[in-house]
């Protein structure tokens, strides 16, 4: 199993940025879809999550509005757009495979697959 997370990046307040996820080693389309970011001295925080067709999306409040979350399962990745990026955006962002219901998304001990993580700075 890997998750590879691409895109990440400097950026200043206001921009935007896209992650991608490539999936490898699982069915892909069988599995729920979960963004997770840390910042430095803090825990993994939920960002959101997409099911297995793509027909149901969540957020946390603190990026709802402003990132999206799509995949294309035929190329078995996920993305993240993100936009009016603010400093507290920074982190490492991560993608994670689960297959755990939709009331246990926002907890990272759920998913048993993760990627590198790749990292985004927002200068203001």
């Known amino acids: 199993v890997q998750l590879q997370a691409s895109g990440g990046g400097s950026v200043q307040a206001g921009g935007s940025l896209k992650l991608s996820c490539l999936a490898s080693g699982f069915t892909f389309s069988g599995y729920r879809m979960g963004w997770f970011r840390q910042a430095p001295g803090k825990g993994r925080e939920f960002v959101g999550q997409?099911?297995?067709?793509?027909?149901?999306?969540a957020y946390s409040d603190s990026v709802k509005g402003r990132f999206i979350i799509s995949r294309d399962n035929a190329k078995n990745t996920v993305y993240l757009q993100m936009n009016n990026l603010g400093p507290e955006d920074t982190a490492d962002y991560y993608c994670?495979?689960?297959?755990?219901?939709?009331?246990?998304?926002?907890?990272?001990?759920?998913?048993?697959?993760w990627g590198q993580g790749t990292q985004v700075t927002v200068s203001s």
């Open positions: 997409i099911s297995q067709n793509g027909g149901t999306t």
């Open positions: 994670a495979a689960s297959r755990i219901v939709l009331s246990g998304v926002r907890i990272p001990s759920n998913y048993p697959y």
